[in-house]
């Protein structure tokens, strides 16, 4: 392996699904719980989970992340860290938080996170501003072994895009399931997706 190149992985972990994931509203800074089916996905994934060994957990503020960290096993032990961070938090939709795009396209035709603004709420270049920190701030825990961050479904989506180098709007290019499991790694010299949305 080149030295240029981590050894380490990053493993991603969309949360369980919530009520309005299951709706399709929108979801940033309001706190919903996972529903019963999103427990179960979260709790899906202990048993893969328990066959890897992270260096670094670390989740989102928002409490769907936390609980999703719980279920799947990831928790703090004398051996790995586990920390919240600010920066992994999903996109702040401003005016649209709880809105669906279908009730959003009745006023604006078309609209899609990805290709219109969100008033009151972040541009794609301001999400992937917090991605590429949040990547830069994990790169040193790769040279010593894999990381497991514990999000949401646009943020990573933006992440997975930056961490290939894409601008942050191709992020829309990967589907992020509830629950579902992906991993970050290289091939040769290249950043590369190995895995995207193993379900629970």
Do not use: K
Not at 19 to 39: C, I, K, N, P, Y
Not at 177 to 196: D, K, N
């Amino acid at each position: 392996m080149s030295p240029q190149v981590p050894p380490g992985r990053v493993v991603l972990l969309r949360h369980g699904e919530t009520e309005w994931s299951r709706l399709g509203r929108h979801t940033g800074s309001t706190d919903v719980d996972l529903t019963a089916e999103g427990e179960r996905q979260a709790a899906g994934q202990a048993a893969r989970l328990s066959t890897w060994s992270f260096d670094l957990v670390v989740t989102s503020t928002r409490v769907r992340a936390r609980r999703t960290a719980d279920l799947a096993g990831l928790v703090a032990t004398p051996e790995t860290g586990r920390e919240v961070w600010d920066d992994l938090a999903e996109w702040d939709y401003g005016r649209y938080e709880g809105i669906t795009t279908a009730t959003i396209r009745e006023s604006v035709p078309g609209w899609t996170v990805w290709t219109a603004p969100v008033p009151g709420g972040e541009t794609a270049e301001q999400v992937a501003a917090r991605a590429d920190a949040v990547l830069g701030r994990l790169r040193p825990w790769l040279e010593h072994g894999d990381v497991a961050l514990v999000g949401h479904g646009h943020m990573l989506r933006v992440l997975v895009a930056r961490w290939l180098g894409l601008p942050p709007r191709a992020g829309a290019y990967f589907v992020l399931a509830a629950g579902g499991l992906s991993m970050l790694g290289h091939e040769h010299e290249e950043p590369v997706v190995e895995t995207l949305n193993l379900p629970a």
